[in-house]
């Protein structure tokens, strides 16, 4: 598929924008602050985007549309390791990916397409950024996940 279609290129780069600044750097910048002003500011970030994706939602079923996107890939791995990884590694607790019902849905429904499940691996994942992310998690332990986590 395009996920690049001319009509929505524009829609799609200003999307990709604060997508990648507020949600997929922002995770990061939540994670690796070291000033509590600096956390402060990311998380604050971090969640307005997250509702302003949930908002989207509820009125598309992709980002840009009735279109799966680049934006969608580009959104997809941050939200897919957020409540195992994010919410409790990266101290971006305030809410998990379950508590935005739009976005908890995309979630699945990018899950289900077709050659999606299969590049998924939720507990590599975990492991990786538990045991590799010194700074972040010095003694290497991996903190146990809910059992409702998504997906």
């Keep these: 598929p395009d996920l690049y279609p001319e009509a929505l290129r ?20 939540c994670g690796f602050s070291t000033t509590q ?5 990311a998380e604050a970030g971090l969640f307005a985007a997250l509702e302003r994706v949930d908002g989207i939602l509820a009125d598309n079923r992709f980002l840009c549309g009735d279109k799966f996107t680049e934006a969608d890939l580009r959104l997809f791995p ?47 994942t975990t492991e990786s950024y538990y045991t590799q992310l010194f700074p972040v998690n010095p003694g290497g332990i991996v903190a146990a996940r809910p059992s409702d986590a998504a997906p």
């Design 10 to 29: 524009g829609v799609i780069e200003e999307v990709n924008e604060w997508v990648y600044r507020d949600i997929n750097n922002g995770v990061y910048r």
């Design 78 to 124: 941050t939200i897919y390791r957020f409540d195992a990884v994010y919410h409790i590694l990266f101290r971006c607790s305030r809410a998990r990916i379950s508590d935005y019902p739009n976005l908890f849905g995309w979630l699945g429904d990018v899950y289900a397409l077709p050659g999606v499940a299969g590049t998924c691996d939720l507990d590599a």
């Design 37 to 41: 002003a600096a956390y402060d500011r």
